[in-house]
């Protein structure tokens, strides 16, 4: 059972692939996406798995087109890429995937599924365009399932005995290693978010006189406990800053909150539970913008959010 499998199953969709879609290389694949239980079209995305020549470096999903009403009454469905950077296959060998991968990949996936389960009818709440620190919600959340017993289990197989699970040894210390330097991790993006938040309320009076590297460097240690290399300075690289993110870096952090939260109620119910994939699709993935984020966490949950979720999430207790 592939990982799109788990997802075909939990919020109740079919995915098709389609190689009649004329693509941009030979490694991306395109993938029909319906309503399993009423064959309704709803999108549809593509995988481009490899790293080649100039191809983009990380790991991100780009909306082609939105979905929406036209004039004449008529449905644009969604259309949008996952891009990823994960070792090809080889004649002899199937590309395969580390743990920390499958997470990249449920994360990024989970944009895809927000993309392609949008019910907006005006293209620009459609799909993702929520509030910025609230879109990463949604992708995060997916993540959860890559620590969890049962869907580990439907998802792994030796490449060539496709029945050889992994054994229950090794998920178990899998999973017990999911908050390994916890601590310094959330620290981390603490520290990326006031970065970011700093250079992007600077008055007219300190910008020109302010010093990335030595702001860098000083935020850094203060924040995350770490000294910076002397004679560097990252925030050169810090793209997210730059393309999107601006003051808004720190809605990884506040978005997992909410994610911790959501996924909670599967942990109590289900991890696999049909009825709530359904349910997380329809109060979830389908308003987009329609809705502000903290009104569908409320109706999905049925209570107001809270922090307790996050802070077990990340092993504080």
Known sequence: ??????????????????????????????????????????????????????????????????AGTREDGTKSRPFCAM?????????????????????TFFHEFGHVMHNICTEAEV??????????????????????????????????????????????????????????????????QVFFGSFDMAVHTLTNETVASINTQELWSKLRHEISLIPQQPDTNPSGSFGHIMSGYMAGYYGYLYSEVFSADLFSHFKNIGVMDKGLGEKYRKCI?????????GEMVRTFLGREPNQENFLRHIGVF
């Open 1 to 66: 059972v592939s990982t799109q499998s788990t997802w075909e199953d939990l919020l109740g969709l079919r995915f098709e692939k389609d190689d009649n879609i004329k693509l941009w290389h030979e490694d991306a694949t395109a993938y029909n996406v319906y309503d399993d239980r009423t064959n309704r079209f709803m999108g549809t995305f593509c995988l481009d798995m490899h790293p080649r020549q100039g191809k983009y470096g990380h790991a991100a999903v780009f909306p082609l087109r939105p």
């Open 123 to 188: 293209s620009y709440f459609s799909g993702t365009s929520v509030e910025r620190d609230f879109v990463e919600a949604p992708s995060q959340m997916l993540e959860n399932w890559c620590y969890e017993i049962e869907p580990l289990e439907l998802m792994s197989g030796h490449y060539i005995n496709k029945d050889e699970h992994l054994p229950s040894e090794l998920l178990q210390a899998m999973i017990k290693a999911k908050n390994v330097d916890t601590g310094l991790l959330n620290l981390r």
């Open 83 to 103: 891009l990823c950077n994960f070792t090809k296959p080889t004649p002899t060998k199937p590309s395969l995937l580390k743990h920390s991968e499958v997470v």
């Open 285 to 293: 993935l389908a308003p987009g913008g329609t809705q502000d984020g």
